[in-house]
């Protein structure tokens, strides 16, 4: 049996992996050859349901699209992530699929700042988001900043004091920084 760890396995490996009962209720992504448990804390995780809750009531009154959260994963090539939030516009829809091989239009992830290792991985995977066309939003709680990156721009770093738009991925959302970390 395999184990998270940083040596490379494949794409068949990583599924075989994750196929196995013991991990069943467990999140695992492959990043860059290497299978990573998802990570999670209370104030991370309560950062990403709340961004997720004001793109709800977004999609409310714009339903041009569909959301998913951290208990859904992408096939980005032949890499699988497991955002905090993914956006889909239609045509598009979710599939039924663990991993959607869909690509997504925007992810959110929010920084698990455990390790060295986790902000490698999450380099990783915002390369190859914007490689594949995608819109990502890095939030940083501890510094309180969302860096936005979108293919083919220069990435913009809003702090508390700003506003996040949803550019021509989202039309029309904006959301004042603050709110995401404020929890009045």
Excluded: C
Excluded at 45 to 53: E, F, K, T
Aim: aromatic share 10%; hydrophobic share 45%.
């Amino acid at each position: 049996m395999l184990a998270p760890s940083k040596q490379h396995v494949t794409l068949d490996a990583f599924e075989a992996f994750i196929a196995q009962p013991e991990h069943a209720d467990r999140i695992f992504q492959l990043i860059a050859g290497e299978i990573v448990e998802v990570p999670s804390n209370t104030n991370s995780s309560g950062v990403g349901i709340r961004i997720a809750g004001f793109l709800f009531v977004y999609f409310l009154d714009h339903p041009i699209g569909a959301m998913s959260g951290e208990a859904g994963g992408w096939k980005i090539g032949d890499e699988r992530y497991v955002p905090d939030v993914a956006v889909v516009l239609k045509p598009k829809t979710l599939s039924l699929e663990w991993f959607n091989s869909q690509t997504p239009d925007l992810v959110v992830e929010v920084d698990y700042p455990s390790s060295r290792e986790s902000r490698r991985h999450l380099m990783v995977k915002v390369a190859n988001y914007l490689s594949a066309g995608v819109v990502v939003w890095v939030v940083y709680p501890e510094d309180r900043e969302v860096y936005v990156f979108v293919p083919g721009q220069p990435v913009k770093i809003l702090t508390e004091n700003d506003t996040l738009d949803g550019g021509a991925v989202l039309p029309g959302f904006t959301l004042a920084v603050s709110k995401i970390f404020d929890w009045e």
